[in-house]
């Protein structure tokens, strides 16, 4: 699955059924904003709402209409309104005056993935460095981390005993933003019980969702767990709500002698109070089971619990 799963999605929860006009490619077009014709296929050459003034869209990029010859070729504006040229194909789908164009789509989703590992919410994923235990030294570089460090989940130690058991190192501190001459990472575990000379200790670590490039990038490169891949389409949707209306509440689509009656005062709220209500309610769902599978305590062999003092960041 790819990111264009996350922004049809959300274009979903926002259209509802309304249909927007489209048609595809009949040329590639390069990356360099500086390749200006636009032409049709399917359809026909012609596309009626592909007028001066209009803006179509392609992928994650938006383009603005300068002219339209009698042929169909339009001349365009690359990357409008922020979004970034690319390279189209042959059969690439066009969208014609998109409503929610896909770019500010996958800015919304990005500040979502973001937000969702935020102190309110408290969603994160696990990453896994290791470091090799030196008896003569206490303090650590987490080499190649490059991620912001929610907090140190746990901190264990290869033991090379007949048992091969993982015991826990339960007294260590995170210290960020290093000397990165004796940091290169910027980040220092500080060992304050000791480990195995030589052997790997291994540090579990929460970390945020990584972000979206395009609409071809892997969801699985968030790191968001697959029964949380709702998340995203859903606060999404609502940042874009928060100034525009969705589908059902779009005036300029309805007949002016119905609107008073099919759109009532309050609608818009009541549509983001209900989107906002299951969002919370799939938040505290997934914030509930990342919880029983990392809980602030485990139990160790022989069935004793045991809880990592965490001096602090």
């Given amino acids: 699955m790819t990111a264009q799963t996350w922004i049809d999605e959300t274009r979903d929860l926002l259209l509802t059924d309304y249909v927007e006009e489209q048609a595809t490619l009949a040329a590639g077009l390069d990356a360099d904003a500086s390749d200006t014709s636009v032409s049709f296929a399917l359809p026909s050459t012609i596309v009626p709402g592909v007028v001066p003034g209009a803006t179509i869209e392609v992928g994650t990029e938006l383009m603005y209409v300068f002219s339209v010859s ?24 066009v969208t014609v005056n998109p409503k929610f164009p896909a770019y500010q789509i996958l800015d919304a989703l990005n500040h979502e993935l973001r937000d969702l590992s935020s102190p309110q919410h408290g969603l994160f994923q696990i990453k896994t460095v290791e470091v090799t ?154 914030t509930t089971r990342l919880y029983s599978q990392y809980p602030a305590t485990w139990t160790r062999s022989g069935g004793r619990t045991q809880t990592s003092i965490y001096r602090g960041v």
């Fill in 70 to 93: 009698d042929a169909g070729l339009a001349t365009v504006k690359r990357g409008y309104k922020g979004s970034e040229a690319a390279a189209h194909s042959i059969g690439d789908l």
């Fill in 133 to 286: 235990f030196n008896a003569a030294q206490d303090g650590y570089d987490l080499t190649g981390v490059t991620d912001d460090i929610l907090s140190i989940y746990q901190v264990t130690y290869s033991d090379p005993g007949s048992e091969a058991s993982e015991p826990a190192i339960t007294e260590y501190a995170l210290r960020r933003d290093r000397n990165t001459s004796a940091f290169p990472s910027g980040y220092g575990l500080i060992l304050h019980s000791d480990a195995w000379p030589g052997e790997t200790v291994r540090v579990l670590y929460k970390c945020g969702f990584g972000t979206l490039t395009d609409g071809t990038t892997a969801l699985s490169t968030t790191g968001l767990h697959p029964e949380a891949y709702d998340l995203p389409a859903l606060g999404a949707a609502l940042r874009l709500m928060s100034s525009r209306p969705i589908r059902r509440e779009f005036l300029d689509e309805q007949g002016s002698s119905r609107s008073a009656e099919e759109v009532v005062s309050g609608a818009i709220s009541a549509s983001m109070r209900d989107l906002r209500a299951l969002r919370l309610d799939r938040i505290n769902a997934e």
